[in-house]
């Protein structure tokens, strides 16, 4: 099992940057899939961004691309979200994830292993 723990939420202006980080304790995860989703109030959780760890492979949703970017720690393994030009419409609880799977998916349902997520927002 993966134990995923986020760490690095807060407030911020628009326009700002955050890094969120996600330590991910219990096995290695060279066999993994590593997610970040986020969840609105009133909405569904959706998709942000996800690395394969063993090549680093990326897949990022459209409403990031080029604000957000990923990276990995293999020695600590832990994985970081770095957010810049923050949005209003960024603000929500973001989650980190580990799917036992070679491929990447989007969708939540692929994903075995959850954080307790860490809130992110973002004022105008």
């Known amino acids: 099992q993966v134990h995923p723990v986020e760490s690095g939420g807060g407030l911020v202006q628009a326009g700002g940057s955050l890094r969120l980080s996600c330590a991910a304790s219990?096995?290695?995860?060279?066999?993994?899939?590593m997610g970040w989703f986020r969840q609105a109030p009133g909405k569904e959780r959706e998709f942000v961004v996800a690395i394969k760890w063993s090549d680093g492979s990326t897949i990022y949703a459209d409403s990031v691309k080029g604000r957000f970017t990923i990276s990995r720690d293999n020695a600590k393994n832990t994985m970081y979200l770095r957010m810049n030009s923050l949005k209003p419409e960024d603000t929500a609880v973001y989650y980190c994830?580990?799917?036992?799977?070679?491929?990447?998916?989007?969708?939540?349902?692929?994903?075995?292993?959850w954080g307790q997520g860490t809130q992110v927002t973002v004022s105008s």
């Open positions: 994830a580990a799917d036992d799977s070679i491929v990447i998916f989007t969708n939540t349902l692929s994903y075995d292993y």
């Open positions: 219990g096995r290695t995860l060279n066999k993994y899939v």
